[in-house]
């Protein structure tokens, strides 16, 4: 088990006459992952939304603010249960076994475009021996064809945009990965958390994206741009690609401020709990919800 | 209420080493769609699954078939109860009171970047008087803007490509009416079904792609490209875009030959089912399935 | 006749091992637009070419510099002799009638994609009468689709996102009005000059952006994005698009900094020189240069 | 010496009320190209134009053609005098050398936006020794990473889309190859003329299009579709891409049949002269036009 403490800090300035937000900051529900303690703190006197979407767990809460700052605080300690599996041992699923939650996230989307990527990821993928080696070979390709460099791109930066311009960050890596797995047939998501275990010289504690994809019988995770550690991620939320899963969607006049995010992985006395770290072994925090009969 | 007959056959050959095939056409289940008769043929000896997406109640049929001709047909007898309204009547919803099924659908997707096209909305339709009456005139904007002209288009083409392109298909004027709609946020998503009282001038009976749109407390149907008579349209799917709902999804190496479509409005010797028509009130087959706390 | 003065410093930060520069900031010799006086200042030891491109008259400035400051001072004055027109009486040139200079610039270029526009410019200006009025049409028509906003944009825009985004700088409508002159078979190019007249709250003065359209005998100027005094663009240079008229392409490690322009126009004793003012003449600074026989 | 001959039939019903051509199927006469003889027949009665662009050499035909058939007919017998070198002893040139006619071809035009390629051409090229050996390199490459497929690109189609589709004729090859040397500013153009010595596999003798890429002193040809037999190639046109150099480009209602074309080297008696075949040298049939001072 890991048990990490994070804590979130979102400041804005909402112009005239108010603004809506929707936010997935909140840690989300999972059998693997489990909210030991949680506190949110909204600076103005709202009544906020918190709803769980039923088919991705994912957590979002909604409010209407007034004109004027707004800060919203939100801390939480998370209990982190990993599945480990040998990569050899994890399998690619044919279509026709997949279950249907796994279905959906063999097609497009926004930012995913894997219906123009099928002859790039035959010809560099193709031949590979299927199974978790495979899309191994697939997050360390983007991560060595695409340079990590800050403020290269934009909201409307796509997987092909990536695979032309080759640079970006890590929603853009995540987003290429996420389109050549797909054009393969296999189901990858975009997942949301924080950077945990990133190196300062990137900049300071962010959020995070990463991928998971459906092997075996469960989602493993894989974190293409290769800045932080995934046993250290919390998950807020996952969804087709950042259009589903935005921290924050904003609709209204409002100047945002960087946020400011802490999170660390804790120590019990006895030393039981891990610290988070690379480590070899395929890694899982979702096994499928829903067995197809 | 409306009857509606209809019958589809579908013919592939396939190819080495077989092909795995996701279909979605069999009428949803939904409070004002009723299937009052269905039946399935598959001309290969393969067990089907059909399952139901909880979150969209699309009903999708997924086997794997052998090479060689492969022949599937389905039928089905529906009854269309439609909630009618009057369009002065029904508003738009501010984000912050839209159920979360509907939140969904006010983000950008594969084939309809919304996030791109904020400025075009915005001033074409921003001073609009908001209601039915705005996003119908979103619809007769696609409708005069976009010319309807077959093979123009193909399965990468997007609401930004029409928006530049003017022509397209029902799946071209859909994606660019949703787009628009989800630029100003409103949800809208794309719905499937056949395209019922299309002029023989535009070829044989086919499917039909359209627009369902969150006003008030329910998703009122469009046809952008104004091809057939919304009255008489089953519904199979409805999803972000294309990419979700497609009638066929395939897999390997399959020549596909023209779908043969048919469908009709049954009479009853009382003459009490309506004939469906083109009437002027805002027509709805599905409420919100999830009201908010 | 228009007299100008004009002095432009550039200033540039090269890297290791030394940098390639092509300067287009010399004033174009053409038969109404006469270099009165003209000086060159460069801060390195270099040998620098100048060397005029035989179909378009651009002159362009061509050197190597060494690792260090590099400053490029240029000032000229200019006098600028104007062909007046009115505009009913300037016709649209059949393609039959094109002289072979004004050919080149009907089709679709790097940021004027032309070939995709057709169905837009034929829904918007098709059915006006031919000739200045409509082109004064397409330039009205940009300008008010299309919003100033600096930073929007960058050196990958094109026409079709523009025409998508509706927002960008003076090159983004220049683009955008020239590819849609090209899809009505109207040669258009884009020329180069100083922001002559425009309002310092858009900040200092800038190199600028417009447009030329052959109507007529001649080329004929245009400024889509409405925000200086064409009577004061002394040109640089004229190509199919800003991939051919950079002010400065720059090959090499170097960092930018702002240029530093100045620009007036002079008065003499007399009261004999105009002063640039919006008029509404068509106005033109070029006569096609090869007649067809 | 290679002699050549070539006869072009082109076809088309031109609607009311007439079309323009601008063709552009005249032998270009070149220092290494010499038309032995000519002769042009045009089925209407109209008056031609051929003029020739002082730039490229290139000659066009321009023609008003009535409602109804037009048949134009084009026979010549070309001498072509390469130009061969050993390709180890074929420099780049660096931009502070480039001839200014080979400057043009450095920057972006509309089917090779090399201005988003630099990242693709530095990571797969940038490393390797410049000179003939390096451009091979990049023509290799294309040849191994695309598809040669007729009808899966249409006249929209650019390097960046084949750079992500992977699949296209020989023309999407040439504009890959060509917008991947300007990203290392390599001046490249397109080139056009008949595909002599092409597989009768892909169907009956065809225009064609390749490349050509300054090195050294002179413009080399490269073939990046291999799909025919360079020294065989009578130049047409050249131009920085097929924008520039349609072999028919048509203004109107206007159907088009497929041209019938045919190639073929002579021999003469005493065996002096080639026969075209595949050679390890590097290949050229254009010097530099203008020698920088």
Chains 1, 2, 3, 4 share one sequence.
Not at 198 to 220: I, K, N, Q
Request: proline share 7%; with cysteine.
């Amino acid at each position: 088990m890991v048990r990490i403490e994070l804590s979130i800090e979102l400041r804005y300035d909402v112009g005239m006459p108010g603004g809506d937000f929707v936010f997935n900051i909140h840690c989300a529900h999972t059998a693997s992952q489990t909210v030991h303690q949680e506190s949110l703190q909204i600076s103005q006197a709202v009544t906020p939304q918190v709803f769980t979407d039923e088919a991705t767990r994912n957590r979002y809460l909604r409010l209407h603010a007034f004109p004027g700052p707004l800060q919203v605080n939100y801390h939480a300690v998370v209990d982190l249960h990993h599945h480990l599996a040998q990569p050899d041992q994890v399998p690619e699923v044919p279509v026709s076994n997949l279950p249907p939650e796994a279905l959906n996230y063999i097609y497009p989307s926004r930012y995913c475009q894997s219906d123009r990527l099928g002859a790039v990821a035959m010809a560099e993928f193709g031949a590979l021996p299927q199974g978790y080696g495979r899309v191994k070979a697939i997050q360390d390709w983007v991560r060595s064809h695409v340079q990590f460099k800050q403020n290269t791109t934009n909201s409307t930066t796509s997987a092909v945009d990536t695979l032309v311009d080759r640079v970006g960050v890590c929603r853009d890596f995540a987003h290429l990965m996420i389109a050549l797995c797909r054009a393969l047939s296999i189901p990858a998501r975009f997942a949301t958390g924080i950077d945990y275990g990133a190196d300062p010289v990137l900049g300071p504690t962010d959020f995070h994206a990463y991928v998971e994809v459906f092997l075996g019988d469960r989602w493993y995770m894989f974190d293409p741009s290769g800045t932080a550690v995934p046993m250290g991620f919390v998950r807020f939320g996952t969804g087709r690609d950042a259009a589903d899963v935005s921290f924050a969607t904003i609709f209204g006049s409002v100047l945002t401020q960087a946020p400011r995010i802490q999170v660390a992985a804790l120590s019990d006395p006895a030393g039981l709990w891990e610290q988070p770290r690379h480590r070899p072994e395929a890694i899982s925090t979702d096994a499928a919800m829903v067995a197809l009969a």
